[in-house]
């Protein structure tokens, strides 16, 4: 199913696009630039997650190495 609809997104996407990136010029086709889009915009998606997975990681483990009253205080610097 997923073959069927890819081909149908690539066959309706075959109009070439003129595209200029820095020195860089040429015609791409329109699934292509999809495809180029898409994965680029999944690619920072899951770097943007991990990396808020990473920071809320790395204060929890802070957090819970500080002695209660720092840990407090830490909490109201993150807060603000």
Avoid: Y
Avoid at 5 to 32: K, Y
């Amino acid at each position: 199913m997923l073959i069927v609809f890819l081909a149908g997104v690539a066959l309706q996407n075959q109009v070439h696009w003129a595209i200029r990136f820095l020195w860089m010029s040429g015609d791409v086709p329109g699934f292509i630039l999809l495809f180029v889009a898409t994965a680029v915009g999944f690619i920072a998606g899951i770097t943007v997650a991990l990396l808020e997975k990473w920071r809320k990681t790395a204060v929890s483990d802070e957090k819970r190495s500080l002695p209660a009253e720092k840990s407090d205080t830490l909490t109201n610097d993150l807060c603000e």
